[in-house]
């Protein structure tokens, strides 16, 4: 499979602890996002890269969470100090610079329970 | 405030029905439009786009939709739906120099009867 894999696929916290959640998007996709999903609504944006370099942040990503995508490739999202508001979906995209229409492809998810 | 919303939050229909799920957009500018849709246990897929042309667009599966400017809307559009439609729809809209940064409406579920 080339499409956007996400690990882990579910995870299970106690509040207060730390979670790490990482993406590999469509190889030589320039650009990746990160977008998060509550039950009932659709995805929000949350930030996104342009190959290593973090463009954009929503103001939705509280201090506690923090975005990398060291060499341009893959990407992880950590959320420091969970709560229990944090329980969510946690989507990965990305698309490639040049494509026409630049149409994003989305993994499947890491869902995230904070208990 | 860029926002997107979906007029239905379940619909239900018989196979061979004709199907239509309506979105309007709040967006200052030029807007990209999408629909996308989640079936069960999967992730989102694209099923069509607007950027700019024919405002009449054809996606995957038989589905369109038109942009009508002037009402802000990109309603989602099939003639005859089949039971493996079921799924949840998403509208969404980026800024025309955004267009990774999604909006998105609350998402429509679908289910198809057979």
């Known amino acids: 499979d080339t499409g956007v894999s996400q690990d882990p696929r579910h995870k299970i916290t106690k509040r207060g602890q730390n979670v790490t959640f990482r993406c590999d998007p469509i190889?030589?996709?320039?650009?990746l996002y990160w977008y998060r999903q509550t039950l009932g609504q659709g995805p929000e944006f949350l930030t996104y890269?342009?190959?290593?370099?973090?463009?954009?942040k929503s103001r939705l990503l509280s201090d506690r969470f923090s975005a990398e995508r060291p060499k341009g490739s893959f990407s992880t999202l950590e959320i420091q100090r969970t709560e229990q508001g944090d329980s969510a979906m946690y989507l990965c995209?990305?698309?490639?610079?040049?494509?026409?229409?630049?149409?994003?492809?989305f993994g499947e998810g890491s869902w995230l329970t904070v208990v | 405030a860029q926002s997107v919303s979906q007029h239905n939050h379940h619909v239900i229909l018989s196979e061979a029905a004709s199907l239509e799920l309506g979105c309007n957009y709040s967006?200052?500018?030029?807007?990209?439009l999408f629909w996308y849709v989640q079936y069960p246990g999967q992730h989102l897929q694209l099923l069509l786009k607007y950027f700019s042309g024919d405002p009449l667009v054809k996606g995957i599966k038989g589905f369109e939709a038109e942009f009508i400017k002037s009402k802000f809307s990109f309603n989602l559009r099939k003639p005859s739906v089949q039971w493996s439609d079921t799924a949840e729809y998403f509208c969404?809209?980026?800024?025309?120099?955004?267009?990774?940064?999604?909006?998105f409406g609350q998402g429509t579920i679908l289910t198809v009867h057979p």
């Open positions: 967006y200052g500018g030029t807007v990209n």
């Open positions: 890269f342009q190959n290593e370099a973090q463009l954009e």
């Open positions: 190889s030589e996709h320039n650009r």
């Open positions: 969404a809209a980026a800024g025309g120099t955004s267009y990774g940064k999604l909006t």
């Open positions: 995209a990305s698309s490639g610079l040049t494509e026409a229409g630049n149409t994003i492809y």
